[in-house]
């Protein structure tokens, strides 16, 4: 189970009282959310929500979860649209058929007709010899370093991990799989541990420096001309650039040539964006990647905590250089605590943090939320973070701004902070979910792609991206022209 986080520089506390500080005037998930990223209270009275409010069924407040991150991210964009174009902030209104297909699009997805694999055969739930644990080795590697851990053949089927988990305790496969960098979770009952939602830290103080100013740009696409340093893998990280450039922002996405990646997962995840590789050991490449931070906006990076400090990426390395610089990160188990540099990924916390001991079924086995909503919450937030401090910049406040996310704070929320209200009454209570709405077929270099439409929603909001994903690495590290 992971421990408790101590207090960061500036965090918001969640405790679902914002239901009753909003008088019911405003949605209180929401209310939360844009509280924790300093929105003004005032924009709130402009959102509301339609749709049907049964496509992501679960025991814990998961629907309202989804749709406040989804409408703060809306919000977001719409106060940005404002300071950048001119004129009123636009209207907020969520389609919540379009939320709960958004925040499963990896499993909407098929390419040329095919549906992409899930979870690979040793990733899952696992009996032990005093309870259960989860596993996960969807990446080669990560399999590769489960069955070293366990001391079992490289060709090990389903079957045989599941007898030798079965002679043993939980915590030992837990410990004896992060010694080896494999990644095998104990599931744990509901955690009292309280993460917050949304950090700020302090930016160090440093000589003033100039700022670029963001300018004018259409209400569709509020993040025009904003260059986005993508730093992420799998979905969370993903989600949050694959949103700003929906929104227009210059997303380059870099990944070592060292490291897999799924052409599904990128193929889901990667429209709007361009990316490329770089070996940041390689001098060649490293200069080119220094050029690229020298006139970034934005760097998001959801990389374990210190992992990329060595390549002159830690925080303050980063501000000493930019001082100007929106800096998001996101981690797995929180900022704070023993587990804090531990990997992890949605799955690994909902069985960590109690959200798999919350959602067991009649015989004991754990469950899972009906979508890797850590995963897609968390990038939501983490998008509305960057949104918000751009539109301070567009209203004349400059400076840098250095936000941290983790699934540990969007899971506390979930089970600490957000209070089962039930479905609205109103004229869709009732409305059975179908996708289909909010599904649509683009043409890739992968091939032909159904996917799920944005769920971004406000007066004027884009209704789909720009690009489709390219191949996964092929692009030139090189900003576009603003």
């Given amino acids: 189970m992971i421990e408790p986080s101590s207090p960061a520089a500036s965090s918001t506390p969640f405790d679902g009282s914002s239901d009753g500080l909003a008088n019911g005037l405003f949605d209180g998930p929401t209310a939360d959310v844009w509280t924790a990223l300093s929105g003004s209270a005032e924009l709130l009275r402009l959102v ?9 069924p679960s025991g814990l407040p998961l629907r309202r979860l989804a749709r406040a991150t989804v409408a703060a991210c809306s919000l977001a964009a719409a106060e940005l649209a404002a300071r950048r174009a001119g004129g009123p902030v636009p209207a907020v209104r969520v389609d919540e058929g379009a939320v709960a297909t958004a925040f499963t699009s990896e499993r909407h997805l098929t390419v040329d007709g095919r549906s992409p694999v899930g979870f690979a055969p040793l ?4 009996r032990t010899a005093d309870g259960w644990v989860r596993t996960h080795a969807n990446y080669p590697h990560h399999r590769a370093r489960l069955l070293d851990a366990l001391g079992l053949p490289s060709d090990t089927g389903p079957e045989r991990l599941a007898e030798t988990l079965a002679a043993l305790r939980a915590e030992d496969v837990q410990e004896r799989a992060y010694a ?9 009952p509901v955690s009292a541990s309280r993460h917050p939602l949304v950090e700020h830290l302090p930016v160090p103080s440093a000589a003033p420096a100039p700022v670029r100013p963001l300018g004018a740009a259409p209400v569709d696409r509020p993040a025009a001309g904003v260059r986005v340093l993508d730093l992420t893998r799998v979905i969370s990280g993903p989600v949050a650039t694959r949103t700003l450039a929906l929104l227009g922002a210059d997303v380059l996405r870099i990944d070592s040539p060292r490291l897999p990646e799924s052409d599904d997962a990128h193929a889901d995840t990667g429209f709007g964006k361009r990316s490329a590789r770089l070996d940041l050991a390689d001098p060649a490449d490293r200069a080119v990647f220094e050029a690229l931070l020298d006139t970034a906006d934005v760097v998001v990076n959801a990389y374990r905590p210190g992992s990329l400090d ?9 501000f000493a250089r930019r001082p100007d610089l929106v800096l998001t990160q996101i981690d797995a188990w929180g900022w704070n605590g023993p587990w804090a540099g531990r990997r992890g990924f949605d799955s690994l916390v909902q069985a960590g943090i109690g959200i798999a001991a919350h959602e067991a079924g009649p015989d004991g086995r754990p469950g899972a939320l009906p979508a890797q909503a ?7 937030l983490a998008a509305a973070g960057v949104l918000r401090a751009l539109a301070d910049r567009a209203a004349g406040r400059p400076g840098g701004r250095h936000l941290r996310h983790s699934f540990a ?6 089970l600490h902070g957000i209070a089962d209200a039930g479905p609205d009454a109103g004229p869709d209570a009732g409305t059975p979910y179908d996708p289909q709405p909010w599904l649509t077929v683009t043409d890739s270099p992968y091939g032909r792609l159904r996917h799920a439409l944005p769920p971004i929603g406000y007066a004027g909001a884009p209704d789909n991206w720009t690009r489709p994903p390219g191949r996964w690495g092929t692009d030139e590290a090189v900003w576009l022209d603003r």
Avoid at 311 to 318: D, I, K, R, W
Avoid at 409 to 414: I, K, P, V
Wanted: charged share 10%; hydrophobic share 45%; glycine share 18%.
């Fill in 374 to 380: 850590l995963d897609h919450g968390t990038g939501y």
């Fill in 48 to 56: 509301e929500f339609h749709g049907p409010q049964d496509g992501l």
């Fill in 180 to 188: 080896a960098g494999a990644l095998a979770v104990a599931v744990a």
């Fill in 409 to 414: 704070g969007t899971a506390s929320w979930l």
């Fill in 123 to 126: 990733s899952g739930f696992w």
């Fill in 310 to 318: 060595a390549h002159g990426l830690a925080p303050e390395t980063l």
